[in-house]
């Protein structure tokens, strides 16, 4: 029989590994260019890639703890609940930076020049 938690481990393995190799291709893409103007796309891309990583790493800690939860390791709800909440909070912040930059980008794009 398939054991469903890890099915369910695997496909967030294969999901942050995909993450990962797309920020380190963007990331690239940044350092590559050495222009100025772009120090201030440098900086934002910078913050917001800190807080993928950060909302990443609390959703891991988050899964972690749900899981040795379930199989008896950990008696403590309170940390698992807590943990959860943590990682929900991050990924709200992470989705709203998302959100507002691509709205200022769009600001940007519709000015005439």
Do not use: C, W
């Not at 891309?45 to 749900?66: C, R, V, Y």
């Amino acid at each position: 029989m398939i054991n469903p938690l890890n099915t369910n481990i695997n496909v967030y393995n294969n999901y942050n590994n995909s993450v990962s190799k797309l920020l380190n291709n963007i990331s690239n893409n940044v350092n590559d260019t050495n222009n100025d103007s772009n120090d201030a796309f440098k900086a934002i891309f910078d913050a917001a890639t800190k807080a993928i990583t950060e909302a990443d790493s609390l959703q891991k800690a988050s899964d972690t703890a749900t899981i040795n939860f379930i199989t008896g390791e950990d008696d403590n709800i309170h940390s698992v609940l807590l943990a959860q909440e943590k990682a929900l909070i991050a990924l709200q912040f992470t989705t709203e930076i998302t959100n507002k930059s691509l709205e200022a980008y769009n600001e940007i794009m519709r000015m005439q020049i």
